[in-house]
């Protein structure tokens, strides 16, 4: 960051800008298109390679995509509160958690920080893509609050080709 | 969902025509921007709100804009590992979360589902918005792993006005 400058006053003031047209103003909480979309938090994602609106779908995004305590409860959330009937579960390629493993990621950020951390307790480091979306999908599918009527289903977003594909099994 | 339609099929096929094009293939995973923003999964939240474009920023959204364990990890992975330099927390009016209580919600959740569930262990409802960001900026601030350097400020987004409003100590 340049001494004085801060990207966060730039977005307050794209806010106040933004603020005197709102155009999202009509959008109403309940998910447009009943969907929710789990994916992970990288830059190059967008709900536009998805031809989805904002208002269309819940969004939520951590590093990886993973199925989380967290990441669940907001499926569930998402869907007993705000109606959505299908989750999406989304990864891809050459995601920063496939670069590493858990120890390696562990010892650099504790080299860095000069301390240990307690939490978190896992960062969810992958090496097999595939593999790493059926084991979400295995996490949501499996849990009790997940009803057999919620569509599940995991992809593989291409950041290269901008396609997406399909994991079954 | 009406028998035989899904919606995530429109979306597979939504996304094929994206693909055509792949106007995002140039970014990088690095945050232009040096951002990282947590946010809600709220259908009324759009980083248009806050002049951003896809590749500025790593967005991570949960039910809230909650510093869960899971959240913090993803912040953590977007500093270390993709040299993100600033936080911004943006809880938002009329969020399902304020509607509730902890209490309330998980008793509503087991008796649609039929069945109890030991995670997610907590919903973070809450009742004060303000006090709901300051807690979620305490959490980041005294962790271990998030630096001095790094800024960390929190606002509330007013889903009426379009606005952000910091919320400061």
Redesign the interface.
């Known amino acids: ?1 340049l001494l004085g400058m ?3 006053d ?10 005197r047209t ?4 009509r ?10 979309v789990l994916t992970c ?6 709900i ?5 609106k ?10 990886g995509g ?1 199925v ?7 499926l ?3 869907h ?3 109606g959505t ?2 989750f ?1 579960v989304i990864n891809h390629t ?1 995601c ?2 496939m670069l ?1 493993t858990e120890e390696d ?1 562990r010892t ?2 504790q080299n ?2 000069g ?3 307690v ?6 480091a992958f090496a097999n893509i595939e593999e790493n979306v059926r084991h979400q999908l295995q996490k949501l599918r499996t ?3 997940v ?1 057999k009527e919620v ?1 599940v ?1 995991g992809f593989v977003y291409d950041v ?5 594909r ?1 994991i079954t099994g």
Chains 1, 2 share one sequence.
């Open positions: 960051m801060s990207v966060i730039d977005v307050l003031a794209a806010n106040e800008v933004y603020s709102h155009e999202l103003r959008l109403t909480p309940r998910p447009e298109r009943k969907l929710a938090m990288d830059t190059r994602l967008s536009r390679t998805l031809g989805l904002t208002g269309d779908a819940h969004i939520i995004r951590n590093a993973i989380t305590e967290d990441s669940l409860r907001s569930v959330v998402s007993y509160l705000l009937e299908e999406m050459d920063g958690l590493t990621l650099r950020i860095r920080a301390t240990a951390a939490t978190p307790a896992f960062f969810y849990h009790p609050w009803p569509a289903r290269a080709s901008g396609r997406l399909e």
